[in-house]
């Protein structure tokens, strides 16, 4: 039983910065991956970045080396900075953890999703 809780969207201009954060919470045994995903109206919701506990990282090629994905194990947080915003980045991103559970096996869960927009 996870509980995933977002913060930091807002309204940006182009070219500006933001840092969403995810907070972890409830009981599991240990969190092993974490994904940052993004959808857009109209669209399927699709990969932004992950990250495993140990820290190794995959973008997506729409990053473009601009965000970075980054965890602390020891709070239980992921984040997501996001810079040199473009419109395009607009969307509603969602926090994913994927846990091992108390009693075993893998849990699967979702955050409530935090809208980002990007003016011009």
């Known amino acids: 039983q996870v509980q995933l809780v977002e913060s930091g969207g807002g309204l940006v201009q182009a070219g500006g910065s933001l840092r969403l954060s995810c907070a972890a919470s409830g009981r599991f045994f240990r969190i092993e991956l974490m994904r940052w995903y993004r959808q857009a109206p109209g669209k399927e919701r699709e990969l932004v970045a992950a990250i495993t506990r140990s820290a190794f990282t995959n973008y997506s090629n729409f990053v473009k080396g601009r965000f970075t994905i980054s965890r602390d194990n020891a709070n239980n947080m992921l984040y997501l900075q996001m810079n040199s915003l473009k419109p395009e980045n607009t969307a509603v991103y969602y926090c994913?953890?994927?846990?091992?559970?108390?009693?075993?096996?893998?849990?699967?869960?979702w955050g409530q999703g935090t809208q980002v927009t990007v003016s011009s």
């Open positions: 994913n953890a994927e846990t091992i559970r108390l009693g075993g096996g893998v849990g699967d869960y």
